[in-house]
């Protein structure tokens, strides 16, 4: 239930527990402390967007950095707003009336260490900036602020404008596959190796439970092999050419 649906319901909530004497959970729903710390965190509903935007399909290590830095970005917004007393972007919380302002020193602390942990535990992504750079906006990044080995190819392609204009027109990974081998086969090697980075563990995830789909107790006979073969045919992109496949049968085995 939505915090919104529990407030409403609130009283109802209340009485029911006192019918069924249930002291404990009376307390808790009448607690200030309990309900703003319930309606904060219920605020923080950007977790499970950030969450959702990584399991996207079809995406490359760039496009989970963009969501990783506008979310540290709300969270210095959120922790300064905190600051001020300004809940524009905590409706629950704003609900909850007389909240003091040591909860809300908490709770700008928390956000405080949320982005420190997130600044640690993706570093390595701001160590690539660069590189994610190139293979993102090759138009747009200094040519001198690159690897020597692409510096002549960056100044190429950047003074091409039909090439420019492709780019803008076409999908990332299409573009690339589009330059001349001859011209720029290093800022293609470049693209291969950043569009290779697996952007997150969600694709292994769903692997592993589309295995445990297919290998169960009415299928323990099912080989090493015929698991491989299962996971091939679920996690591709292909649409199976019933028709071709038919075709190439010269014979049917009917039903008994």
């Not at 319901?9 to 307390?27: N, R």
């Not at 020597?148 to 999908?171: A, R, T, V």
């Not at 694709?203 to 107790?217: D, H, K």
Request: charged share 25%.
């Amino acid at each position: 239930m939505c915090f919104r649906a529990s407030l409403q319901l609130k009283d109802d909530i209340v009485s029911f527990f006192h019918e069924e004497q249930c002291s404990a959970e009376c307390e808790m729903l009448e607690d200030t402390e309990w309900l703003s710390d319930f309606a904060f965190f219920t605020d923080l509903c950007h977790m499970n967007n950030l969450n959702v935007k990584m399991q996207r399909k079809n995406q490359f290590i760039d496009d989970i950095w963009v969501h990783f830095k506008a979310f540290k970005l709300k969270l210095n917004l959120f922790a300064g707003q905190l600051a001020k007393n300004d809940l524009s972007h905590f409706s629950r919380l704003n609900s909850i009336l007389s909240v003091n302002e040591e909860k809300l020193k908490n709770y700008e602390d928390g956000l405080k260490k949320l982005h420190f942990e997130f600044e640690r535990r993706f570093q390595d992504f701001s160590a690539i900036q660069t590189e994610l750079d190139i293979f993102t906006m090759p138009f747009n990044v200094n040519c001198e602020a690159v690897r020597s080995d692409l510096h002549l190819e960056l100044i190429e392609l950047q003074s091409n404008n039909h090439l420019k204009q492709s780019f803008l027109n076409m999908p990332k990974l299409e573009f690339y596959k589009s330059l001349s081998k001859v011209s720029f086969p290093n800022l293609i090697s470049h693209a291969q190796k950043i569009s290779a980075m697996f952007a997150s563990s969600s694709i292994c995830e769903q692997v592993f439970s589309t295995m445990n789909l297919r290998n169960n107790y009415f299928r323990s006979r099912l080989t090493d092999a015929h698991l491989a073969s299962f996971l091939r045919i679920s996690t591709s992109h292909f649409e199976p050419q019933y028709k071709e496949l038919l075709k190439m049968k010269s014979q049917f085995l009917s039903s008994h």
